[in-house]
Structure formats: structure tokens, C-alpha cells
């Protein structure tokens, strides 16, 4: 004899709480009918539970798993026969038989899923009876139709939770993917971020040399020709060559000097000490510096301050080196006869200086490169720069380290308007 197969796992309640209520309606009563019984359902169980479904011919629920037909008829692989209930001690006070439908007759065919057995497909009739052979072949057929059913049911839940793992899984391995092309941008960012830094280093050593060695050359040229041949020349002569020479060591010294403030300026560890100052005191301070430069060159100067204090927070001497630059640049740049004006005005928590000129103006290719270091655009007035072209980088840098933004404003023949925005301190000294 075959051994009984086990009650089947917890794995199944799930399909089971899934199923509808006539889900197998119609192999129930083909059961009934190759069986002429008019009774039929099928029975589902776990470890803990019985579910009746797709009852035919009478209103049954479940009852006590102890009392019932199926808790025997599952013990074994063939129908399990019971011709006469009321004669079986173990069903005669089954609730099914002492009242409605009074249960005389029932055949349950186990439903056998691989080593477990989920449930019977049982049929039932009012009468005592027997089952015929060819229906017990027949009542078989049908349970293992029920049992494919359930085996296609748990596949196609089993099939549901591996899309949604390979879902799951396939948003995940996007994301993986975002994450390494981000990362790769990044790094070809930064791979582009430091070839753009060897540049710039490259570029500016080229420029440092060439600023360093122009002077030097010059200097040393002079004062060679005062050793070599100061006996023979006449006083203006050697009083000509010492002046340039003097010329030659200031503008080495200007540029070693804006080298190292730039260098300071960029630094990330620069800690600023600002402190409370009014600013169009300082402004009025600067363009008087500046008069005498510009009267040698028969420029007026203007200035248009607001009546009451504007006070600024900051480091005065770097403000003061902003104004310096862009004051220098604007009489270098205005021919004679022409104007030079600054002007302050508050707007809001913001404050806006503007220098302005009558010179030649600056084209937009220059504006646009106008800030970077060593970057000569236009010449001056009186002949090319002996600047660096480092003034404009660091009054960018000064003014963006003070949470401010400077932009120049011109047309070519028409002048041009350097405007550099701080914010207001809402506090007025003593």
C-alpha cells in the first residue's frame, strides 16, 4: 500500500486565500454528475485550516477539522468511501450528518500535490450508497484536474513575485547605472578640471616668466651700461639710464607684489577680518588720492556720492585696493580733455559703485576675458601696458570674497562702466 501523502506547508495558504469561491464550480459538479451524487465540493487545507469552495448542492460551511469526512480521506492516496455515515462511529455525530443536509453517503478523492496533500474533491448524498468503480477512476481524473489548477495558480504567483524581483532588480541596476555614469562624468569632470589646472600652471609660469624676465633684462641692460661705460657718459645720460632702471625695478616689484596678493586672495584658507567702515568716506578718500594723476593728464574727475553714510562690512584696505584699481585703469585708459566719474548709490540691502570713462571702450571679445589673470586687452592711451594684467583678477577675487559681484558695462568708442555690488550693513558708527 502507498504510503498516505502529508498535509501540505504553510507555502500554500497563500494560494489558497486567493482562490474564489466557485473557482472549481464546474469539475465540482462534473464530480457530482460521473458520481450521481448531489452533493459536491472541493476541500483546500493547510497545516492550521479547511476551506470549502465551489460547493454544489447544499449550503455547507466548514466545521470541526476532527469531525470531518476530509481529515481521513486525505490520510490516503485513493478515494476514501464512506456508504453510510450513520453506521461509522467515527462520522455519526458529524454535524453534517445529525442535521442538514444529513450526510449518509460521501467519496472523497485526496488531492495529491507532489509529497503533500492540499485537499479532497468529495461528493455526498442523502442516501446510503456505494461508488462504482469507473466513478472512483472518474472522481481521481477530476482531483487531479483541481490540483493542476492550484499547481498553475501557486506558478503564477511564484512567476508574479519573480517580475517583481526582476523589477525591483532591473530599477536597481538603473540605478547602479546612474550612479556610475555620475560617477564617471565626475570623474571626467575632474580629469578635465585638472588638465585645465596643468594649463593654467603651465600658462602661468609661461607668464610669470616673460613678466619677470622683461624687467630684469631691462634693468639689468641699464645699469650694465652704467658700469660699462658711466665714465663716458655725460651726466643726463647716466641720470636717464638710473631713472629707467628705477622704472624697471618698480614694475618688478608691482608685479612680484600683485603675484603674492593674488596668490593670498586664492588661497581657500583665507579667513577675511572685516569690519564695519562707510563707504562713500573711503570713496571720497580714493578719488582725492587720484586727482593729482589725473589733472597731469587733463581728465576731470567727478564723484557722486548719497548724502547720508553707507556703511559696508569688510577689510578696508582690500575695498580700498578695488577702488585703487579701477580709478588707475579708467585714467589710464580716458584721453586728455576727458572725464573720469564714481558714483555710490544704496538700493535695498545693496550697495553700487560705478566708475565710469570716457575712453575707448572695451570690445566684447575683451569683456569676456577682461578678469583673467595676465589677460592685456585694449592699450592705454599713452602706449602699451607695463602691467601684468593682474589688477582686474584681483578686484574680481576681492570683491566675490566680500559676498559681492563686479561686471563692466561698454561699447567700443563709447567708454566704459566697471559697477561692483556689496551688501549693507544695517549699522550706522559713532
Not at 492550484?150 to 512567476?159: M, V, Y
Not at 618688478?252 to 596678493?261: G, K, T, Y
Not at 535695498?348 to 575683451?366: E, F, H, M, Q, Y
Request: hydrophobic letters at 45%.
Amino acid at each position: 500500500m502507498t504510503a498516505p501523502a502529508s498535509r501540505p506547508s504553510v507555502g500554500w495558504t497563500e494560494v489558497f486565500d486567493s482562490i474564489e469561491i466557485d473557482a472549481f464550480e464546474e469539475l465540482a459538479l462534473l464530480a457530482g454528475e460521473v458520481s450521481r451524487a448531489p452533493i459536491a465540493m472541493v476541500t483546500l487545507v493547510d497545516e492550521d485550516r479547511q476551506w470549502f469552495t465551489s460547493v454544489t448542492g447544499a449550503d455547507i460551511s466548514a466545521g470541526p477539522w476532527e469531525q470531518t469526512f476530509c481529515a481521513h480521506a486525505i490520510q490516503q492516496r485513493t478515494p476514501f468511501v464512506v456508504p453510510d455515515a450513520t453506521r461509522d462511529s467515527r462520522f455519526a455525530t458529524n454535524p453534517l450528518v445529525q442535521s442538514a443536509p444529513y450526510v449518509r453517503f460521501y467519496a472523497g478523492a485526496p488531492l495529491v500535490a507532489g509529497t503533500s496533500v492540499v485537499g479532497t474533491l468529495c461528493v455526498m448524498d442523502v442516501a446510503p450508497r456505494g461508488l462504482e468503480a469507473d466513478s472512483a477512476v472518474a472522481l481521481q481524473a477530476l482531483a487531479r484536474q483541481v490540483v493542476m489548477q492550484l499547481e498553475l495558480r501557486r506558478q503564477a504567483r511564484q512567476l508574479a513575485r519573480l517580475n517583481e524581483a526582476l523589477a525591483l532588480e532591473a530599477i536597481e541596476r538603473r540605478r547602479t547605472e546612474e550612479r556610475l555614469r555620475d560617477s564617471e562624468h565626475a570623474l571626467r569632470r575632474s580629469q578635465n578640471e585638472l588638465q585645465q589646472i596643468d594649463a593654467d600652471r603651465r600658462t602661468l609660469v609661461a607668464n610669470v616668466s616673460h613678466d619677470l624676465r622683461t624687467p630684469l633684462t631691462a634693468l639689468q641692460g641699464y645699469l650694465d651700461t652704467v658700469l660699462l661705460k658711466g665714465d663716458a657718459l655725460p651726466p643726463s645720460a647716466q641720470r636717464h639710464y638710473v631713472e629707467q632702471a628705477s622704472v624697471q625695478s618698480r614694475r618688478l616689484a608691482r608685479l612680484v607684489s600683485d603675484l603674492f596678493e593674488l596668490a593670498q586672495l586664492e588661497d581657500c584658507r583665507l579667513e577675511l577680518k572685516p569690519e564695519r567702515f562707510e563707504l562713500t568716506e573711503l570713496i571720497s578718500d580714493v578719488v582725492q588720492a587720484f586727482a593729482p594723476a589725473a589733472e597731469a593728464r587733463s581728465i576731470v574727475m567727478g564723484i557722486s556720492v548719497a548724502d547720508r553714510p553707507i556703511v559696508v562690512a569688510g577689510e578696508i584696505r582690500l575695498i580700498e585696493r578695488v577702488l585703487e584699481n579701477l580709478l588707475d585703469n579708467a585714467i589710464r585708459f580716458t584721453p586728455a580733455g576727458g572725464e573720469v566719474g564714481v558714483s555710490c548709490a544704496q538700493s535695498a540691502n545693496l550697495v553700487a559703485v560705478r566708475v565710469k570713462d570716457t575712453g575707448p571702450g572695451i570690445s566684447i571679445a575683451d569683456q569676456e576675458r577682461l578678469f583673467d589673470r595676465f589677460y592685456r586687452g585694449c592699450q592705454p592711451v599713452d602706449g602699451p601696458t607695463t602691467t601684468a594684467g593682474l589688477g582686474l583678477s584681483i578686484t574680481r577675487r576681492i570683491v566675490e570674497l566680500h559676498g559681492g559681484e563686479i561686471t563692466v558695462a561698454s561699447k567700443t568708442g563709447n567708454g566704459a562702466e566697471f559697477i561692483f555690488v556689496l551688501p549693507v550693513c544695517n549699522w550706522i558708527g559713532a
